[in-house]
């Protein structure tokens, strides 16, 4: 019994020695359809990839936000701003292209990337374009328009912060003035038996230390704050980018060939196969 089934997987495994070897002289006798194939699929895509695809540059580029609180400051804020069709707008105008909001949001979409940097006020610009020159002058045209709106946004929250800063003063000293005359009005009403409005008058005064205390307390945060501040830095200006990202024709020459050779392998077993029908 175990010398019969020996023999029946000594047959198979013949059998299946036998059919592989043809399944090997098959494609060895159709070596020159399979080699031609696959040399004419990695012509094509070299042609195709090199004279029919656009090539496309990318420069990118990093910007640390302003510390100071407010709209151009903040992170999400920003990368809003820096993808607008306004913001592009404005730098497709100084390139001299007129593009409709159509075509701005398309152009954006596909090849405009904007990104912070995880727990920082850092934002990384990403351009691409068909034209290294022009990629770079996008870039930088982005950078620079967002750049000019910050600085004057800052420049007016900071005059209109020191104002705010000068206007508590005021009150502090109109604080201080109260709490002196108060105190003044207090001796004389204690040398006048006066108890009364002398008590009312330190229970007034105490909620005017109070007042002050808070009072110079804002303005030593708001002053700390300006002398603290700094504006929007470019940390890595866009530079000119020499070779393209795209297309990868070593990619799609490998591509190329592996496809046209599974193609030539199905050809031949199905060319096979309708011969033995």
């Known amino acids: 019994m175990n010398s019969e089934g020996n023999n029946n997987h000594q047959m198979y495994y013949d059998e299946y020695e036998i059919d592989l070897r043809e399944y090997i002289l098959l494609l060895w006798d159709n070596k020159f359809f399979i080699g031609g194939l696959v040399i004419l699929a990695v012509i094509a895509a070299f042609l195709f990839s090199t004279f029919f695809i656009a090539p496309t540059y990318q420069t990118q580029a990093r910007i640390q936000l302003s510390n100071y609180e407010g709209l151009y400051s903040n992170p999400d804020t920003a990368v809003q701003l820096l993808s607008s069709t306004d913001l592009m707008q404005k730098v497709m105008a100084a390139e001299n292209i007129d593009l409709t909001a159509a075509q701005l949001n398309s152009y954006i979409n596909n090849n405009l990337n904007i990104s912070q940097i995880s727990n920082t006020s850092i934002i990384t610009i990403t351009v691409k374009n068909n034209e290294p020159q022009l990629t770079q002058n996008i870039a930088e045209g982005l950078i620079s328009n967002f750049e000019a709106d910050s600085n004057k946004y800052f420049e007016n929250k900071l005059k ?117 029908e």
Do not use: C, H, W
């Open 160 to 276: 209109n912060d020191r104002e705010y800063i000068s206007t508590l003063k005021t009150d502090l000293k109109d604080l201080s003035s109260d709490l002196e005359r108060n105190q003044n009005l207090i001796q004389e009403s204690r040398e006048k038996g006066k108890s009364e409005v002398a008590s009312l008058l330190i229970q007034e005064n105490s909620s005017l230390q109070d007042s002050r205390l808070e009072l110079r307390r804002e303005i030593e945060e708001r002053e700390s704050e300006l002398e603290n501040f700094y504006p929007l830095e470019v940390l890595d200006a866009p530079y000119l980018p020499e070779n393209p990202t795209s297309p990868n024709i070593k990619l799609n020459v490998a591509i190329a060939a592996v496809l046209a050779l599974m193609l030539a392998v199905f050809i031949i077993f199905f060319r096979e196969f309708m011969k033995e």
